[in-house]
């Protein structure tokens, strides 16, 4: 008999993402390479011999949290270290892509600088610092496709997710540091999407989520070796058996083609929402940002959106106080707000960002900028509220996917993708349940189960 040598404990590896959802996706991604590694997820940063920081560079304010959370991580590595453990520290995700070595100059902490297109590289990177001495930075676009390297999914193991089926995107609207961070416009084979969705759906997924920074421009290889559009792909997906609901995002108006407006008509899986930014109403502004699209383009596709699915909920981004923005610009992005009808926004700022051609145009007060945000996200709440409220007494079918804060309560999504509380028993998770809206909040509806 051979006594077994004594087993090294697990590592461990914190993970915080910040950002859109191609950051949560990367996140899992990164989290199943590191899994395969023998690494274990903790939610205690003090536990953590890797911590993983995957960030996003969209905004300054966005930017800046990568820094101000470096700063107490070195507080928890110093105390580690006092106790004899090492801790790793990486940055991954658009800062690490924009800003490279600079990260490990401004904050000497970071062992591990990775950009996007290079997370298959993650565990060899990681291991070559354990090695080695000097911190490592990866920020090349390489040759090789990383999603053709990454492990199989072994997770999430929840009713939804995320699936990454473009990257990247070759717009230049001048306020965006995008086509900089995650590189030109690449788009993954249909094949290779398909065998991710059926994975995702045997584990248990019942609404996938395609994603793209530009989504709609998907051309993907098909089976055929022809490049096929974001339509064809939906319905190619949509005909996976168990898989209940997809959605897609984000889209640009310009590439809205009428095939895939007619999948809202036609695809019942394909559910009647969808985000799409116009960014600001005047064509003056949009001509500025390099957008490729005019106020009357986006009038019109909302229009022919509507006609194919008429129960539609919109949602868009807008952003207030670019460059040059007159008070007569500002009122014409309010009056889109009013002639368009959001079921949910999101509005920022402009934010200049190193690199980017609006960075180096004439900047606008700050106080100029907050009171037009305040002006639109008032505008923006009451469109969401009454939205929101006209769905009381409504039967919605809600797929439930995490358990409530209240004992004994579910929350789900909509079609609408309104979050819905109700109390419901735990086995429903990743069940789909007819649902009546009895109240609604700024956020949220609630309602009561209907029995089938
Ligand atoms: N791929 C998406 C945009 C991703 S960024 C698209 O093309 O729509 C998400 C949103 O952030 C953008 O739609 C825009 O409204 C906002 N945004 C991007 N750069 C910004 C900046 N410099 N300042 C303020 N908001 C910005
Ligand atoms: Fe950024 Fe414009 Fe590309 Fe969207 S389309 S990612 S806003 S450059
Ligand atoms: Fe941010 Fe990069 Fe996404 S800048 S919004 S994490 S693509």
């Known amino acids: 008999m051979t006594t077994a040598a004594p087993r090294a404990e697990p590592k461990t590896v914190f993970i915080k993402t910040f950002g859109c959802q191609m950051n949560v996706y990367d996140s899992e991604r990164m989290h199943e390479a590191l899994s395969a590694q023998g690494y274990v997820e903790t939610s205690e940063l003090s536990d953590a011999d890797l911590v993983l920081l995957n960030t996003c560079h969209i905004r300054e304010k966005a930017a800046e949290k990568l820094y101000s959370d470096l700063g107490r991580i070195r507080d928890v590595k110093a105390e580690r270290e006092v106790a004899g453990k090492e801790t790793m520290v990486a940055v991954a995700g658009c800062v690490a892509q924009a800003e490279g070595v600079e990260i490990v100059r401004r904050a000497p902490v970071v062992d591990l600088v990775i950009g996007p297109q290079s997370y298959h590289r993650l565990p060899e990177l990681v291991t070559r610092r354990t090695a080695g ?19 199989a999914r072994t997770g999430p193991r929840a009713a939804t997710a995320f699936l990454t089926v473009q990257e990247g995107c070759d717009k230049f609207c001048t306020f965006c540091v995008v086509p900089y961070t995650r590189g030109a416009e690449f788009s993954r084979p249909v094949a290779s999407l398909e065998a991710e969705a059926r994975r995702l759906v045997s584990l248990g997924v019942r609404e996938i989520t395609l994603l793209g920074q530009n989504v709609n421009a998907y051309h993907g290889e098909g089976p055929d070796g022809e490049a096929w559009t974001l339509a064809r792909l939906i319905d190619r997906i949509a005909d996976i058996e168990g898989l209940e609901r997809m959605r897609y995002t984000t889209s640009h108006p310009r590439d809205m083609s009428d095939d895939l407006i007619a999948v809202h008509r036609d695809q019942p899986k394909l559910m009647p929402y969808l985000h799409l930014p116009f960014q600001a109403g005047s064509d003056r502004i949009l001509a500025a940002m390099n957008r490729k699209h005019t106020r009357r383009d986006y009038f019109r596709l909302a229009d022919s959106i509507r006609r194919a699915r008429p129960d539609i909920a919109l949602s868009t981004d807008i952003i207030v106080g670019f460059p040059g923005e007159t008070e007569a610009d500002f009122e014409a992005t ?37 009171d037009r945000l305040n002006r ?30 209240r004992a004994g309560q579910l929350i789900g999504r909509s079609p609408y993708l309104q979050a819905v509380h109700a109390d419901a028993a735990p086995e429903l998770l990743g069940h789909i349940m007819p649902v009546e809206i009895a109240a609604a909040g700024p956020n949220s509806l609630s309602g009561v189960i209907k029995a089938a």
């Open 133 to 151: 001495t000097a911190p490592v930075v990866e920020t090349s676009f390489p040759e090789d496709d990383k999603f053709a390297h990454l492990p």
């Open 334 to 370: 309010l009056d889109v707000v009013r002639q368009v009808g959001f079921a949910q926004a999101y509005s920022f700022k402009y934010s200049p960002r190193p690199g980017t051609p609006a960075a180096n145009m004439e900047q606008l007060p700050e106080m100029v900028k907050a």
């Open 376 to 405: 639109l996200q008032g505008l923006l709440n009451q469109q969401q509220s009454s939205f929101n409220s006209g769905c009381i007494g409504k039967i919605f079918p809600v797929l439930f996917e995490r358990i409530g804060r």
